[in-house]
């Protein structure tokens, strides 16, 4: 029996071996290699981009003041040269028109007594812009008393359509009421629209 090789031993067997051979490690994740952000570089980066904008909010609010002056002067200008030519005539207006204002197209020829018993003004318009226009002028009838303008004793409207550019048209109007004394004509008021338009607010009526 002690001879028998295929009886059992309590010798040590050796392990057989794996079933499995093992492989290499997996390759890294696709851009492990890369180069990554620090904490600080992605404050640092947050940081241009700020200051960044704030430089473009401060340039923003500069032109916008800027801006806003050279409005504000024109506005001023503006009204400035309306004035200057109420001022210069003595007649008002709801027109905007520096260029050729509507104070410009009219000239007083007359104002005398008519054969109504009353007073009449009358005179032509020139039309100097380049658009057919209508016009509405408000005069005023004053005695020689009660101050330096004098009281009014008769107001009227005189409405004139289709004034072609550049063309001259008379224009005549009349109270009928006669002062004892002197007494003047006086254009108070002229508004100058496009002819099919409305008339602009304030126009007399």
């Known amino acids: 029996m002690a001879d028998d090789p295929t009886a059992d031993t309590d010798a040590p067997r050796v392990p057989p071996a794996p079933s499995v051979t093992p492989g290499s490690a997996p390759p890294p994740p696709s851009g492990a290699d890369g180069p990554t952000w620090s904490r600080r570089g992605c404050l640092l ?3 241009v981009v700020g200051a960044l904008a704030l430089v473009g909010v ?4 500069v032109v916008l003041v800027m801006a806003k002056g050279w409005l504000g002067a024109k506005v001023d200008d503006l ?3 309306r004035q200057d030519i109420v001022d210069e005539t003595g007649i008002a207006t709801g027109s905007t028109d ?3 204002p509507p104070q410009r197209d009219i000239h007083l020829g007359a104002c005398e007594f008519d054969t109504e018993g009353g007073v009449q003004a009358s005179g032509t318009l020139t039309n100097w812009t380049e658009s057919t226009s209508d016009y509405r002028i408000s005069l005023s009838f004053r005695d020689g008393g009660g101050g330096a303008q004098g009281d009014e004793f008769g107001s009227t409207v005189v409405t004139l359509e289709g004034v072609e550019a550049h063309a001259t048209t008379n224009w005549a109007a009349a109270v009928p009421v006669r002062p ?3 007494y003047t004509c006086r254009v108070v008021r002229i508004d100058r629209w496009d002819s099919g338009a409305q008339p602009p607010p304030g126009a007399g009526s």
């Open 180 to 182: 004892q004394g002197s």
């Open 58 to 61: 401060a340039v923003l609010v």
């Open 98 to 100: 520096v260029d050729h």
């Open 79 to 81: 009204a400035k040269a």
């Open 45 to 47: 980066a947050a940081g």
